[in-house]
Structure formats: structure tokens, C-alpha cells
């Protein structure tokens, strides 16, 4: 099977509306402070079914949430965000300069090659005005032991600071957490990563 497969399985399967929490939290807490306070052009990759901007509130921003799953895209709710059914290794919809900020609601981990991960670096840069943040919130290695999920692609953290800064980003905020980071149960064993949130500019 592959990744969207997956992705529309799970999300035919999986109706309730939802997103992860700790994306909301960094919105709030790192990327928010660093934005101008109106008129923001944002894109969110990996919405899924429900964008984590339904909930942030006294935004001026126009949304637009993209997920390559076409189950996803039918359940998301009618907004003000744009929903849209698009691929971040497509590369039509990246050619204009024309975001403040480009999120990643847990995406790029689920880019697993690193020809495809190298074209989805190359369209988030592309689609960014002059001095834009890209936000990612990502798993990576933990510090012992190599760890490998499903429809993953987990980096350490030397080889994510590198693939950023080798797409041209200037690197503003890279912190890595240990306790906070995902765990996930593959064939019974608990798998668990470190987190790291970064946010870098055009
Ligand atoms: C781990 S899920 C996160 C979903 C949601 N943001 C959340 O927090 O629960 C990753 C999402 O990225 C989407 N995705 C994976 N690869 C993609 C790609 N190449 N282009 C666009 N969306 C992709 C999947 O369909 C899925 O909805």
C-alpha cells in the first residue's frame, strides 16, 4: 500500500474532526510572536480533515490547508479556510511567492524519500514571500537506539538542520524536546521519538 493509500484509508475510517494538540501549542507559543499581527497569507501542509486554524482565534489571516488525501479533503468542514486537495511534491500550486507562512501539521515526516523530500523543500521555499517563516513541528531520532514507523521518515536531528539549511532557510528557532516527543505502538512495541520544533525564514 502506499502512503496515500494509507492516509485515505485511515481518514474514510477516522470521522471525527481532530488534530494534534501540540501543533496548536507551538502555533501559539513560538510561531504566532514572530508574525506580523494582520493581513497574513498562511498555508498549513497535512491538514487532514480539520485545519488547527478552525481553533486559533483573532487571526487575520487567509488559510488555505492542503492534504494530498482526497477523504480527508471530502470530510473537512465548510469555513473560512480553504480546503484543498494538493500534494506537496506537485509542483504547480508552489510557483508563487505568496505566503507569510508555510506550517507543517505533521507532513514532512510523511515524505519518505528523500527525491520527493528534496521537491517539497524546494515548494515550500518557492511558495514563500521574501523574509517568510516555514514552521515544522518534526520527529526525529531519539538519542539511542534508531527508531522506524510506518509511512515515516524519521531523521536525526543533524540531517534535518542540514536538509533546511541546504534549501536556503535561515534557521531562527530549532529546539528539541525529549519529553514531550510522539510514541506510537508498531506490532505491540512502543516506539518512542524525540520532537523538534523549528522555525526558519525565506
Ligand atoms: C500525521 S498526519 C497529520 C494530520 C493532522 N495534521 C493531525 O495533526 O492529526 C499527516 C497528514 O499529511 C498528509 N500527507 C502526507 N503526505 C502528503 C503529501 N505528500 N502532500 C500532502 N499531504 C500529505 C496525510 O494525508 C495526513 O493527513
Redesign the pocket.
Known amino acids: 500500500m502506499n502512503?496515500k493509500d494509507f492516509?485515505d484509508q485511515f481518514y474514510q475510517k477516522t470521522k471525527e474532526h481532530?488534530?494534534?494538540k501540540s501543533?496548536y501549542t507551538f502555533f501559539e507559543e513560538i510561531v504566532r510572536p514572530r508574525l506580523s499581527t494582520s493581513d497574513l497569507v498562511i498555508l498549513e501542509?497535512?491538514?487532514?480533515h480539520f485545519s488547527?486554524f478552525e481553533d486559533i482565534s483573532d487571526l487575520q489571516a487567509e488559510v488555505t490547508a492542503?492534504?494530498?488525501?482526497s477523504s480527508?479533503i471530502a470530510l473537512a468542514p465548510k469555513s473560512k479556510i480553504s480546503y484543498k486537495e494538493?500534494?506537496?511534491?506537485d509542483g504547480l500550486f508552489f510557483n508563487e511567492a505568496k505566503y507569510d507562512l508555510v506550517f507543517d501539521?505533521?507532513?514532512i515526516?510523511?515524505?519518505t524519500n528523500e527525491e520527493?523530500r528534496d521537491i517539497?523543500f524546494k515548494n515550500i521555499y518557492a511558495s514563500l514571500k521574501v523574509d517568510g517563516l516555514f514552521a515544522s513541528e518534526l520527529m526525529i531520532q531519539p538519542d539511542v537506539d534508531q527508531v522506524s514507523m510506518p509511512f515515516k521518515m524519521i531523521k536525526s536531528t543533524q540531517d534535518v538542520e542540514q536538509e533546511i539549511i541546504s534549501h536556503g532557510f535561515r534557521i531562527l528557532y530549532f529546539t528539541i524536546s525529549r519529553d514531550s516527543g510522539f510514541t506510537s505502538v508498531v506490532d505491540g512495541k512502543e516506539i518512542k521519538c524525540d520532537l523538534l520544533r523549528l522555525v526558519a525564514e525565506k
Request: hydrophobic content about 45%.
Open positions: 502512503s492516509f481532530s488534530y494534534s501543533l501542509l497535512g491538514s487532514g488547527l492542503i492534504d494530498f488525501s480527508a494538493v500534494s506537496l511534491v501539521s505533521h507532513c515526516n510523511c515524505i520527493e517539497a
